[in-house]
């Protein structure tokens, strides 16, 4: 199976605060992983330099095999790479539908003057958007919400809709931070079926933060586990729930651990 994802040797400090050390991953063509640690460990710093929100003082981080660190975080975007956030991030004034649209905007060709000018080819991308994010709330569930603004919706539908703006751009790769964060019980049963429908229908690689262990063990293949900054275990479901130095970082970990960054967890 072919590498669509691999981040080599990344690291990345705050300060005299060492954040990542020495991080690395590889992703094949559907392969469904997960990135766990303790609070503090460095995981949404890991999305942030995978995606170019930040930039390593060490490593690469290569998509289907291109360097792209260094780029922009809408060109990585635009180069297949998608993510969602630990706080969802919506146009909430917006419609759902619109919120929708407007992501998919990374792939249309249409510039500033064929849009004034209204042009055959900028209305013909429009309609293709348009529909193109009906089918994804349709498959994301939310399709009859379409015309509601996005602040309205309950916050299970909330992370469906940003799922479905992260799915607008057409990507290889898709990283969720935190998906069944705050949902109850059935919403976390649907979303687990949500993400495996996902991963089979858009041959998506897919890689996830995600504090419910239960979810983590039963979808991920591959498991990668940090604790400050450092992978301290890597593999199966299996060998990570009986490796000592994972049990050692959970039931050890402070529950105020903090870290430099504030939006890392």
């Given at each position: 199976?072919?590498?669509?994802?691999?981040?080599?040797?990344?690291?990345?400090?705050?300060?005299?605060?060492?954040?990542?050390?020495?991080?690395?991953?590889?992703?094949?063509?559907?392969?469904?992983?997960?990135?766990?640690?303790?609070?503090?460990?460095?995981?949404?710093?890991?999305?942030?330099?995978?995606?170019?929100?930040?930039?390593?003082?060490?490593?690469?981080?290569?998509?289907?095999?291109?360097?792209?660190?260094?780029?922009?975080?809408?060109?990585?975007?635009?180069?297949?790479?998608?993510?969602?956030?630990?706080?969802?991030?919506?146009?909430?004034?917006?419609?759902?539908?619109?919120?929708?649209?407007?992501?998919?905007?990374?792939?249309?060709r249409s510039g500033l003057?064929?849009?004034?000018?209204?042009?055959?080819?900028?209305?013909?991308e429009e309609r293709a958007?348009?529909?193109?994010?009906?089918?994804?709330?349709?498959?994301?569930?939310?399709?009859?919400?379409?015309?509601?603004?996005?602040?309205?919706?309950?916050?299970?539908?909330?992370?469906?809709?940003?799922?479905?703006?992260?799915?607008?751009?057409?990507?290889?790769?898709?990283?969720?931070?935190?998906?069944?964060?705050?949902?109850?019980?059935?919403?976390?049963?649907?979303?687990?079926?949500?993400?495996?429908?996902?991963?089979?229908?858009?041959?998506?690689?897919?890689?996830?933060?995600?504090?419910?262990?239960?979810?983590?063990?039963?979808?991920?293949?591959?498991?990668?586990?940090?604790?400050?900054?450092?992978?301290?275990?890597?593999?199966?479901?299996?060998?990570?729930?009986?490796?000592?130095?994972?049990?050692?970082?959970?039931?050890?970990?402070?529950?105020?651990?903090?870290?430099?960054?504030?939006?890392?967890?």
């Open positions: 199976m072919s590498e669509v994802l691999a981040a080599r040797g990344l690291s990345l400090s705050f300060g005299g605060l060492r954040a990542v050390n020495d991080f690395s991953l590889s992703l094949g063509s559907s392969d469904l992983a997960g990135l766990i640690g303790p609070n503090g460990a460095g995981k949404t710093t890991v999305f942030n330099l995978l995606t170019g929100v930040y930039q390593p003082d060490a490593g690469s981080v290569l998509l289907d095999g291109k360097q792209v660190n260094g780029k922009k975080p809408s060109q990585i975007a635009a180069a297949g790479l998608a993510r969602t956030f630990q706080n969802i991030r919506l146009f909430g004034e917006l419609s759902v539908l619109d919120n929708v649209r407007t992501a998919a905007g990374v792939r249309t003057w064929r849009s004034l000018l209204r042009t055959p080819l900028y209305l013909a958007v348009t529909e193109r994010s009906l089918e994804l709330l349709e498959l994301l569930g939310i399709a009859h919400r379409r015309e509601e603004q996005a602040r309205s919706l309950p916050y299970g539908d909330q992370r469906r809709l940003e799922i479905a703006r992260a799915l607008a751009t057409e990507p290889k790769v898709l990283l969720l931070d935190e998906p069944v964060a705050g949902m109850n019980s059935s919403e976390k049963v649907e979303m687990r079926g949500l993400i495996q429908t996902l991963r089979k229908q858009f041959d998506l690689a897919i890689l996830l933060i995600e504090h419910d262990m239960g979810l983590v063990m039963d979808i991920c293949e591959h498991i990668t586990v940090l604790d400050h900054g450092m992978t301290i275990a890597a593999g199966k479901p299996a060998a990570i729930q009986s490796n000592p130095a994972v049990i050692e970082a959970y039931l050890g970990a402070p529950e105020d651990e903090t870290t430099a960054e504030s939006e890392a967890s």
